[in-house]
């Protein structure tokens, strides 16, 4: 099954600095029918105006994966790292036992664009600690490209959970396959542009998809497109 929730769906929050759009129940938004798919808790799609951002707050038992769409984001915490990221970077998080952290728009005159994820781990209690990666944007050309997997390798993150997450920008009429094991569940975020999942449900931008049952998916880009696609457990752990 493929369930379609529209960009128009997400619950949105803005003030004088920062607009963000929720995918999941997070913060001002709650809805009991919409609160995790498999481990992925929370997918925030964010805009900071320059020279602010979210100062020190704490985070535990939380994968959090910070991916730059434009812009600068600068990440410090009480681990003493410190890192700003932009566009070819992914930032991983483990919260476990509990960590302090801020993160701001370092710039003078942009906007910083960035999608955070929560993912719950597999299990409680885990050290703290950070990671940022860089890939190669060349590499996402009609691929899926790997940036974040318990499964870690060069320029691909660690996270503490059976998950991984791609990236891909596919061109017009172009398309992909992915294809994984029986029981597992897929999420497609389209990032920009337009997709097709096997020829029938059709994503926009910002649209998400969460699919179970269906474990070889064939995307089609009907127009230029950017997508985030990831690779999840079965059931709710």
Known sequence: MILHNPATNRFTAKNEWQETHFSFSFGPYYDEENIRFGPLRVLNDDIVKPNKGFGIHPHRDAEIVSIVLKGQLK???????????????????TAGTGVLHSE?????DE???F???????NQKQLTPSYEDITFDPDKLKNELLPVVSHNAGENVALIHQD??????????????????????????????GEVSL???VTLQ???????????????????DAFILL???PGGEG
């Open 75 to 93: 990440h410090e915490d009480n681990l003493g790292n410190v890192g700003t990221l932009q566009y070819g970077n992914v930032q991983r998080m």
């Open 104 to 108: 701001v728009n370092p710039t003078e």
């Open 111 to 113: 906007d910083t664009h």
């Open 115 to 121: 999608l955070q994820l929560w993912i719950l781990p």
């Open 163 to 192: 998950v991984t997450l791609y990236l891909s920008k596919i061109d017009a009429e172009k398309e992909i396959r992915f294809q994984q094991k029986e029981g597992r569940k897929i999420y497609v975020f389209a990032i920009e």
């Open 198 to 200: 096997n020829d029938g």
């Open 205 to 223: 931008r910002r649209d998400d998809a969460r699919i179970t049952d269906i474990h070889s998916l064939t995307i089609h880009a009907k127009k």
């Open 230 to 232: 990831i690779d999840l």
